[in-house]
């Protein structure tokens, strides 16, 4: 069984900050790439951003500059820092990741439930 847990989301206001993690847990080979994806109401599933276990990031254009992604590849945890934050941030944000759970089987996507970020005005 693989597991991501989120935390860190919650209630700000516009131009605040807020910094969300993710930790991996459970029968884990390796990762790849973690990343976060977010949802708002009537929306669909985008991108927010992504890092592979090298350290090479990729940004959704609404976010560059503002958020941050990173992660600690001993302890199977990706990071979000998110500043500047817009009521358009309001989101379920889900954390991401492509695992092997042996060393032979495939990279699978596992996601977490994710955690509600809201940004007031």
């Known amino acids: 069984q693989v597991q991501l847990v989120e935390s860190g989301g919650g209630l700000v206001q516009a131009g605040g900050s807020l910094k969300l993690s993710c930790a991996a847990s459970g029968r884990i080979f390796s990762i790849s790439d973690m990343g976060w994806y977010r949802q708002a109401p009537g929306k669909q599933r985008e991108l927010v951003a992504t890092?592979?276990?090298?350290?090479?990031?990729n940004y959704a254009d609404s976010v560059k500059g503002r958020f941050t992604i990173s992660r600690d590849n001993a302890k199977n945890t990706v990071f979000l820092q998110m500043n500047s934050l817009k009521p358009e941030d309001t989101a379920l944000y889900y954390c991401n990741a492509q695992l092997r759970i042996t060393r032979f089987s495939g990279n699978y996507y596992y996601w977490g439930q994710g955690t509600q970020v809201t940004v007031s005005s």
């Open positions: 890092i592979t276990n090298g350290g090479s990031t």
